[in-house]
């Protein structure tokens, strides 16, 4: 199994910048890529960024160019740059581990992102 734990959302002004961590253990030899997904109040999750273990990276649409997912090298700590905060970024942000079709997704708790006009 694997452990997520996010940290540093907050609340922000339009165009300000902030990086959320997530702290991964357990069997990290386990984990074939990781990821930041987002839920607004009313709407679905969805993909904001994922990095695979060859470090290959894809972004959704609305972030490319404000966001970068980084990840060191031990592989347990994963990040999330996010630069020119629209307000329509507001959402609880979620880590995500990917081990596989057999042993699936593991997700954090969350992390409120808060974007304010």
């Known amino acids: 199994q694997v452990q997520l734990v996010e940290s540093g959302g907050g609340l922000v002004q339009a165009g300000g910048s902030l990086r959320l961590s997530c702290a991964a253990s357990?069997?990290?030899?386990?984990?074939?890529?990781m990821g930041w997904y987002r839920q607004a109040p009313g709407k679905q999750r969805e993909l904001v960024a994922t990095i695979n273990n060859a470090g290959s990276t894809n972004y959704a649409d609305s972030v490319k160019g404000r966001f970068t997912i980084s990840r060191n090298n031990a592989k347990n700590w994963l990040y999330l740059q996010m630069n020119s905060l629209k307000p329509e970024d507001t959402a609880v942000y979620y880590c995500?581990?990917?081990?596989?079709?057999?042993?699936?997704?593991?997700w954090g708790q969350g992390t409120q992102v808060t974007v304010s006009t």
């Open positions: 357990g069997k990290l030899y386990s984990i074939n890529a």
């Open positions: 995500n581990a990917y081990l596989g079709s057999r042993q699936g997704d593991y």
